[in-house]
Nanobody, 126 residues
């Protein structure tokens, strides 16, 4: 089971990036997939997740209306479209997967996901 995150980079405030999470060794549509981020000196937090069954999504409050998660089962890839980026979005972004049906009612946590990819750095700066 491998997850490969890509698409990070340097972008100016207000710009956009699209992150990709490609899976190998398992089928993504049988897994919940989450995007998490960790900024220097801060804990890893859930940014956005999509579940395995009905496509239910989760967004942390700070990215609602700006980020969008989607999955392409034919390509076995999950995407995170990030628009209107802010300096506070700067972090290493990780994708993670787990065969769970639903995350906890109070929201997904890193400990809920069993498989992790390497991170991709997103820097929002002028």
């Amino acid at each position: 089971v491998q997850l490969q995150a890509s698409g990070g980079g340097l972008v100016q405030p207000g710009g956009s990036l699209r992150l990709s999470c490609a899976a190998s060794g398992f089928t993504l549509d049988y897994h919940a997939i989450g995007w998490f981020r960790q900024a220097p000196g801060k804990e890893r937090e859930a940014v956005s997740c999509i579940n395995r069954s009905d496509g239910t999504t989760y967004y942390t409050d700070s990215v609602k209306g700006r980020f969008a998660i989607s999955r392409d089962n034919r390509k076995n890839t999950v995407y995170l479209q990030m628009n209107s980026l802010k300096p506070e979005d700067t972090a290493v972004y990780y994708c993670a997967g787990d065969p769970m049906l639903y995350w906890p009612a109070d929201g997904p946590r890193p400990a809920d996901f069993g498989s992790w990819g390497q991170g991709t750095l997103v820097t929002v700066s002028s």
